[in-house]
């Protein structure tokens, strides 16, 4: 069982910035995935970014460029640094774990989720 911890949610006016972060701790196979989904109020939760624990990524096509993910596999960490936001971007973010490199499941572990709301 992995359990996830995250950080650095909150509120943000369009163009700013946010850091998001994610610890793991736990059972934590050293070959894996983390990243990050969303969801909006009447959406469906959609991927974010995603990043493998050699290094390999991937975005949504709407956050690339303004968004970068990285990790330390020393720490079990994951973050997500948010550029030029936009107020579409107002969402629930939720962090997750897999062992593999593949996208995750439902069955995997996810993090409590932290509110980004951008607004003036």
């Known amino acids: 069982q992995v359990q996830l911890v995250e950080f650095g949610g909150g509120l943000v006016q369009p163009g700013g910035s946010l850091r998001l972060s994610c610890a793991a701790s736990g059972r934590i196979i050293r070959a894996n995935a983390m990243g990050w989904y969303r969801q909006a109020p009447g959406n469906q939760r959609e991927l974010v970014a995603h990043?493998?624990?050699?290094?390999?990524?991937t975005y949504a096509d709407s956050v690339k460029g303004r968004f970068t993910i990285s990790r330390d596999n020393t720490k079990n960490t994951v973050y997500l640094q948010m550029s030029s936001l936009r107020p579409e971007d107002t969402a629930v973010y939720y962090c997750?774990?897999?062992?593999?490199?593949?996208?995750?499941?439902?069955?995997?572990?996810w993090g409590q989720g932290t509110q980004v709301t951008v607004s003036s």
């Open positions: 997750y774990y897999r062992p593999g490199f593949d996208l995750p499941t439902p069955f995997n572990s």
């Open positions: 990043i493998t624990s050699s290094g390999t990524t």
